[in-house]
């Protein structure tokens, strides 16, 4: 790993934190991950000596960089998810309102939740709204449930309007 310092003496020039985050955020990204982890463990490491334990240099090195590599293939596993190539929203083409709605599901406590945003051609918000559903039955369930207050919403206002809805479930 290549640092971007040499010596203690061009940390103590660096002016700030800000500077200093700039410089690691400026590395190849397995290195600025790896200085971050470093710096992460190095305080974890400090705390552990206060309450009088310690790990071995070579232990800790080799968890920040196993921690460095599981980040890393992390990340490229989900950006080249399905869900990692998310579409920008985009405005709707003439007169039409664009419906944006969305639903969560916690299957520990059976819990879900939706939202949504209808939008006219300008990007102007028309209504936005958002609840919870306390008794899901699953994922699908919020899902399903998700649509009906945009929809209803969408239908009180607005009778002669073209509308588009948009939706990112990935249930079937």
Known sequence: MFLFVT???????V?????????IWGLEQ???LTVVLLLWHWWLERNRI???????LAGLIYIIRAQAVEFLN???????SPN??????????????????????????????????IRDSQGTVIHAGAGAIPNALNALHV??????????????????ATSSQENDSTVS
């Open 7 to 13: 010596s203690l003496h061009e940390v103590r020039e």
């Open 15 to 23: 002016g700030s934190a800000k500077e200093m985050l700039k410089e």
């Open 30 to 32: 397995k290195e600025s």
């Open 50 to 56: 206060r309450e009088g334990e310690r790990r071995d």
């Open 74 to 80: 992390l990340a490229t596993k989900l950006n080249s």
């Open 84 to 117: 990692g190539n998310r579409k920008k929203w985009s405005r709707p083409a003439g007169d039409v309102l664009r419906i944006n709605s969305d639903g969560a599901f916690n299957p520990a406590t059976r819990k879900g939740g939706w939202d949504f945003v």
């Open 143 to 160: 899902e399903v449930l998700k649509t009906s207050p945009s929809a209803e919403f969408h239908t009180a206002i607005s009778k002669d």
